[in-house]
């Protein structure tokens, strides 16, 4: 099975397994801010900051612009952030 398809297929189990709507996970847009966050932060901040940004959207509402403000939230996040010396 490709990775694209295992991911799909991992994605829509989890989801369903907690009760929410797979089409609600943008898995390109998290696997692209995950991507930044590793390459900007630092590898293991992309799952934790993954986590941050489900828990920020379901705060908010997980609407479908929910998510995607909390995903840009993170990105920006990154874009601007500079480690303490």
Do not use: C, K, Y
């Amino acid at each position: 099975m490709a990775t694209d398809d295992v991911l799909t297929e991992w994605t829509e189990h989890l989801a369903t397994r907690f009760g929410l709507d797979p089409r609600l996970v943008p898995m390109e847009d998290v696997l692209d801010m995950a991507a930044d966050v590793a390459h900007g932060v630092v590898r293991p901040a992309a799952p934790l900051s993954a986590f941050v940004a489900g828990l920020a959207a379901g705060r908010s509402g997980s609407t479908p612009q929910d998510i995607a403000d909390a995903i840009a939230a993170v990105v920006r996040e990154v874009d601007t952030w500079t480690p303490s010396p």
